[in-house]
């Protein structure tokens, strides 16, 4: 196996499995904010402000993956 | 019953082209192709002012034998002009409807 | 559908949009495997750090400074025009500056404890964050930026590539003179990158109507055999005189043209394989003037470290040298449990600032990756849902970069009172 051959493999399993933790990880979330927001829907403003914002968290890490697959591939 | 004749009035109108009617025909066809006509201009102004700004940074690059800046500030200057002028195109349209 | 056809204006919207679809799917990349794609350009080089495009003095110049500056003027005009003739019933760019002043005005003071203008400290390097962040990420997908630039010639390219080769060689025979070195690099450079593909350019704009299959391979640039390798790098052993060489001679003068030379064929898989024939045509590179400022690492590293540095000196300020400085050196005499919990919360720094980094950077150089991969699959419409994306992705994007800059600047301004008084409640 030559290092060409392998690179775009590597890539792909690096953002495939990268993805796998955030995406669950933000259905999660989300799914407790609706929940948050079906109890008490007067507390729409921070709800939101503080979903985006840990939605972002959970967000960087597939960022990261993406990164790196980014890197295998093309350096 | 005096509304019948009314409404089919209102359908002639609406499908013919060369109207008798009102001045200001929003609907028909000469209205939808001067739209259509505006909306595609829109596109042509978009890449015609960032070719021109980059090819006549280009052009006198070469007159004046600097390196790449002039073609940068001639690039820069055509996306901005480009920009500028999608927003006041856009918003005439808009206006004018 | 009644409606549809009885109502001209929206008739001929609907065929004219059906028209360009057609026309996009048969000329980009799914057309150009039936034989069709007359629309189809070649994926530009993509690469990872930002391209010199100029120089000023010995100072190379980036593509994405030049895009950083664009950026900073633009913010500047939006200064000057909101703040010009300043109403007490603001309208226009003044209503526009008010309404982002005053939603993070709140924000801060919400974040902040709650008790109106506690924030304040906070607001200033919050708002500009979130300004200049946005900006730099919008104007980093106007059209013509990443598609109008220069061409790396083949002799660019090739003395960019030589220099890692060269360190190989001289670390492995220290008792070759240069010439000697330049040699056996670029034999190992032919023998490595002889099948990377280059576009072949026509003058001034990139061709169009020939797809990814249709850049021409190295081989086809630089004409060389494995006879002629052998011979250079026996040469370059036996201590020749290499100006002698006669197959040097030639590698050399076509690196310096840069021309394509033969023409060469495609596998397009299966049996069928196309004939493409561009001799005489300049081959290259696409290297783009500009770049969005926030796809280059450069910058978002700077944003980060300027936010994490106005951090560490808010704690400072709000705690005192001695009560922020307790956070990371602890006292030992509270446990080396608590010592290092301290230590990791120094290496915790050093992580946020690269975590701002990567996050604003992936998010970004992704967008445009995107970008680029949508306008080469469907040539004139698939880019359309893709720039709603980057707007919605530049505006979040620098929205989170300055939340995060509140929130740990609260975190770190929080006196170590509170954390004892929550660990005397368990």
Redesign the interface.
């Known amino acids: 196996m030559e290092a060409d051959a392998i690179k775009p493999l590597a890539a792909a399993i690096a953002i495939g499995m990268g993805a796998l933790g955030p995406a669950l990880g933000i259905g999660l979330l989300a799914g407790k904010a609706m929940e948050a927001l079906g109890r008490n829907p007067e507390a729409v403003g921070?709800v939101q402000?503080n979903m985006?914002?840990a939605l972002?968290f959970a967000?960087?890490i597939a960022?990261?993956a993406?990164?790196i697959a980014?890197?295998i591939l093309?350096? | 019953m005096s509304d019948e004749p009314e409404s089919l009035n209102n359908d002639s109108e609406n499908?013919s082209s060369s109207s008798c009617s009102s001045e200001q025909t929003n609907?028909?066809?000469p209205?939808?192709?001067a739209?259509?006509g505006r909306v595609g201009g829109i596109g042509w102004f978009?890449?015609l002012a960032?070719a021109l700004?980059?090819?006549g940074g280009y052009w006198l690059d070469r007159q004046f034998e600097t390196?790449?800046?002039l073609?940068?500030i001639g690039?820069?200057l055509?996306?901005l002009t480009?920009?500028v002028g999608m927003i006041r195109l856009l918003s005439a349209i808009r206006r004018g409807r | 559908m009644g409606k549809l056809l009885?109502?001209?204006?929206l008739l001929?919207?609907a065929i004219?949009v059906f028209a360009v679809l057609l026309v996009s799917v048969a000329g980009g990349a799914l057309g150009a495997s039936f034989g069709l794609g007359f629309l189809s350009g070649p994926i530009p080089f993509?690469?990872?750090p930002a391209e010199r495009?100029?120089?000023i003095g010995s100072y190379p110049l980036l593509n994405s400074t030049?895009m950083f500056w664009?950026g900073g003027l633009i913010l500047l005009f939006i200064a000057w025009r909101a703040g010009r003739k300043p109403k007490d019933v603001p309208s226009g760019w003044q209503n526009l500056m008010e309404v982002i002043y005053e939603f993070f005005s709140n924000?801060v003071d919400?974040v902040a404890g709650g008790i109106p203008k506690a924030g304040r400290r906070f607001l200033a390097l919050v708002t500009t964050i979130f300004l200049v962040v946005m900006i730099i990420n919008w104007v980093g997908i106007?059209?013509?930026?990443g598609s109008?630039g220069?061409i790396e010639s083949i002799e660019e390219w090739a003395h960019h590539h030589l220099e890692e080769f060269e360190v190989e060689v001289e670390e492995a025979h220290p008792e070759y003179n240069h010439e000697q070195v330049e040699a056996a690099a670029l034999v190992h450079l032919l023998e490595e990158h002889g099948d990377d593909t280059f576009v072949a350019f026509d003058g001034?704009f990139v061709p169009l109507g020939r797809g990814e299959q249709a850049r021409v391979p190295l081989n086809k640039i630089i004409t060389f055999t494995e006879a002629d390798l052998h011979e250079i790098e026996e040469a370059v052993k036996n201590g020749d005189d290499l100006s002698h060489v006669e197959a040097l001679e030639n590698i050399h003068h076509d690196i310096e043209a840069g021309v394509v030379k033969s023409e060469f064929k495609y596998d397009e898989g299966g049996d069928k394989e196309k004939a493409y024939n561009f001799t005489g045509q300049t081959a290259g590179l696409l290297v783009p003037?500009?770049r969005g400022a926030s796809t280059d690492i450069n910058t978002t590293l700077a944003i980060a470290i300027v936010a994490m540095f106005t951090v560490q000196i808010w704690g400072f300020r709000a705690l005192g040298v001695r009560g922020y400085g307790g956070k990371f050196l602890v006292n030992p005499k509270k446990g080396p449990i608590a010592m290092f919990v301290g230590i990791l919360e120094g290496f915790g720094e050093i992580t946020r600032t690269i975590?701002f980094t990567?996050?604003l950077?992936?998010?970004m150089?992704?967008g445009e990756?995107l970008l680029i991969a949508m306008a080469f699959l469907l040539p004139l419409i698939g880019i359309i849902p893709f720039m709603g994306l980057e707007l919605f992705v530049g505006v979040?994007?620098a929205?989170?970069f300055a939340?995060?800059t509140l929130?740990f600047g609260v975190m770190a301004v929080a006196s170590h009172g509170d954390h004892d008084s929550h660990a005397e409640d368990h």
Request: charged residues 5%; aromatic residues 14%.
């Open positions: 921070p402000q985006i914002l972002a967000e960087a960022i990261y993406l990164v980014i890197i093309f350096v | 499908g609907s028909g066809w209205a939808t192709i739209l259509l978009v890449g960032i700004g980059a090819y390196a790449p800046v073609t940068i690039l820069a055509g996306v480009a920009f | 009885s109502n001209p204006k001929v919207i004219a993509i690469s990872i495009v100029a120089f030049i664009f924000t919400g106007l059209p013509g930026v109008v220069r001034v003037y500009l975590s990567f996050r950077f992936g998010n150089f992704a990756i979040i994007q929205y989170i939340m995060l929130v």
